[in-house]
């Protein structure tokens, strides 16, 4: 019998909505036929793999050495871990030594292992909203409360509401930038700010909370936006990231965590991320693309066709009448339901069904009343979608 909140987990609704509309634009594909169908449900990058990673895969593959294949250590080849080191210094604009990193299973196994490091049972996790789905079950696997904080009417950090929802229990404030839903960039100003709101809490109770950041989008902005560098202005800071979406290798699960040597426990904090790893089932990560991403990390990639792809939906969307926030980077458009509707994001995700669109509710990214739209897919998808949109809201209006 599995575990009674499992069942719960799973019948959630929320939990793994993006999923199920992805499964779901499967079989409406083999019904109507691929070019039909307009599926902006899941977030993979659809661009290939830079020239430098896939001579990197093939210079690898032709390594027959002895024990090319074996463990290394658990938090990842030294080697490799400098080369992170050296591109997080680089972002952040402090120097990061390559004892401050852990190479993971992408950024989902980097999370849950920071989490697993930081949280007693019952310490909660301040996430501004909307926030990436997934976050609420990488709290709960480890006993800890995720905290809701509504965001600014423009997707903005709101730092006093952040400020107003912080405890003695508070062990993390976790926020994603550029933000998958919103494709919101939380302005240098608001991490400042923030990082003094913290700073502020932690003389007060005792306790300084983890400033969490993750940024698998960091590198896909546009309109010349820059991603805030944290580890500048908060020593209690950690920054979590995969090479998913920049290099387009989402099933390679290649990821690291970097804690910012400033922090008062850096060390620690270091040593029970790498003891994480090993517990939590993942060892250590791939050899074989930790060796890539050393070779390849800092190819040049350009997102141009992503911005040229948003720039394609927003036209569409302002042909069709819907509302939508201006995404800064990553490759989503958050886009507001119908009034008609009220709320019910579920209800009009599954009226566009009808014209075989295919969007994530927002409630399961913490944003009733909104759904979300991955433009990283082909720009025929897009066009063709226009006719669509188009009549479900001027059948909507005949309603």
């Known amino acids: 019998m599995i ?12 939990s793994s909505v993006i999923r199920k509309m ?17 599926d902006f449900s ?23 050495s002895h024990g090319c294949h074996g463990y290394m250590p658990n938090a990842g080849y030294p080697f490799v871990r400098e080369a992170m080191a050296e591109k997080v210094s680089l972002e952040q604009g402090v120097s990061v030594p390559l004892d401050n990193i852990v190479m993971t299973v992408g950024a989902a196994s980097a999370l849950n292992c920071v989490f697993k490091a930081l949280l007693a049972p019952d310490d909660e996790v ?44 508070t062990a993390a404030v976790l926020i994603n930038t550029p933000n998958n839903p919103t494709g919101k960039v939380y302005s240098e100003s608001d991490i400042e700010n923030l990082s003094k709101v913290l700073k502020a809490h932690g003389e007060k109770t005792g306790r300084v909370p983890y400033l969490v ?31 998913a979406k920049d290099l387009s290798l989402p099933g390679e699960r290649i990821g690291y965590v970097a804690v910012n040597p400033s922090a008062a426990d850096a060390s620690d904090v270091v040593r029970a991320v790498i003891f994480s790893l090993r517990v939590l089932g993942c ?32 036209a569409v969307l302002d042909k069709a ?14 886009c507001k339901v119908p009034e008609s509707f009220g709320e019910d994001d579920n209800a009009f995700c599954d009226y566009l ?46 309603d």
């Open 3 to 14: 575990a009674p909140y499992m069942k719960e987990l799973m019948d959630n609704k929320s």
């Open 22 to 38: 992805f499964e779901e634009g499967i079989q409406l594909k083999k019904i109507h036929g691929a070019s039909n169908v307009f």
């Open 42 to 64: 899941l977030g993979n990058p659809d661009l290939d793999p830079p020239k430098e990673v896939l001579d990197a895969i093939a210079e690898i593959a032709a390594d027959t």
């Open 126 to 169: 301040v996430v501004p909203s909307p926030f990436f789905a997934e976050y609420r079950n990488y709290v709960r696997n480890h006993q800890g409360k995720l905290i809701e904080v509504p965001t600014k009417k423009d997707f903005s950090l709101d730092v006093n509401a952040i400020k107003n929802a912080l405890s003695p229990k």
């Open 213 to 243: 950041c993750d940024e698998p989008y960091r590198a896909i902005t546009y309109d010349g936006v820059k991603v805030a560098p944290a580890f500048r202005f908060y020593d209690s800071s950690i920054v979590v990231t995969s090479f």
């Open 283 to 314: 060892v250590n990560a791939p050899a074989f693309f930790q060796k890539v991403v050393a070779k390849s990390w800092n190819a040049k990639v350009d997102y141009s066709s992503y911005e040229n792809r948003r720039n394609k939906l927003m």
């Open 321 to 334: 009448g819907i509302e939508y926030a201006r995404p800064e980077g990553a490759f989503y458009l958050f």
């Open 353 to 398: 069904k009808k014209y075989l669109i295919l969007g994530a509710p927002g409630n399961g990214f913490g944003g009733k009343g909104w759904f979300r739209l991955a433009y990283c897919v082909s720009e025929s998808t897009i066009e063709g979608s226009e006719k669509a949109f188009v009549s479900a809201m001027k059948d909507l209006k005949k």
